[in-house]
């Protein structure tokens, strides 16, 4: 139920900061999980939760995930212990009765960056980072979109003047974004050796993000494929019955 509702200030937030659709056309990409019979390319998801934990979580949070959930994308118990056993999260209070934190657990929520909004703003210059459990079920384009956002920072064309603290990115809707170009080439050292191109690093991060808003998707095309399969043979069948009954009524 988590993955269906999607909080107002997220959605709120992308309303306001990206209007209806970006000016300028975005390219499309070829995803592994495209199509009927489409999967998530587990790697890829991994490279981008690296991507997301290195670079995208030191300000946008996602809290409708857990660090157990990473066994979607691949990763055993004790990857997952390892990884969350990095990050701190409140712990219990102390006996003087002061907050205390502990290494996370994989039961935990992704620990986010800040305690709350009005932190965020603060650190942001007054523009809220959106939530990403579902930001790119959230936008037109979706995983096109994000891919090519990332992608899409460039200096302004001359005569263009940007407000302070925007930034011109030619797949934004009116070309200015608040949020400063969060990739480069190299921005990580990929576990797996995978050279982090900004393209590379920009697909494994949508990749990961897709799979966040979208974790039952290779289970719905499974089932949706059985669904078509016997509603096949039930016509089939019930065309065969109907013929053997009705043979002898002219």
Request: charged share 20%.
């Amino acid at each position: 139920m988590r993955r269906l509702l999607l909080p107002v200030a997220v959605l709120a937030a992308l309303l306001i900061a990206g209007g209806a659709r970006a000016e300028e056309d975005y390219p499309t990409e070829k995803w592994s999980f495209d199509g009927v019979f489409g999967t998530f390319d587990r790697a890829s998801a991994q490279r981008g939760f690296q991507v997301y934990a290195e670079v995208c979580s030191s300000c946008h949070s996602m809290k409708q995930m857990y660090y157990r959930n990473l066994e979607g994308i691949g990763l055993s118990e004790d990857q997952i212990k390892a990884v969350a056993s990095t990050f701190q999260v409140a712990g219990s209070l102390s006996d003087s009765g002061q907050p205390t934190e502990r290494a996370a657990l994989p039961s935990d929520h992704f620990r986010s960056p800040f305690a709350n909004d009005l932190a965020a703003r603060a650190a942001n210059g007054g523009a809220l980072p959106p939530d990403q459990s579902l930001l790119v079920n959230a936008r037109e384009g979706t995983s096109d979109y994000v891919d090519a956002l990332l992608q899409g920072y460039e200096d302004p064309p001359k005569g263009v003047t940007l407000q302070p603290g925007q930034y011109y990115n030619k797949y934004m809707a009116g070309h200015m974004i608040a949020m400063p170009p969060p990739l480069a080439a190299d921005a990580v050292e990929y576990a797996d050796g995978t050279k982090a191109t900004l393209a590379q690093e920009a697909s494994d991060v949508t990749t990961f993000l897709t799979w966040a808003a979208n974790p039952e998707m290779e289970a719905r095309k499974r089932m949706g494929v059985k669904a078509v399969l016997f509603l096949t043979l039930m016509s089939g069948l019930t065309y065969a019955v109907k013929k053997k009954v009705w043979k002898d009524v002219h």
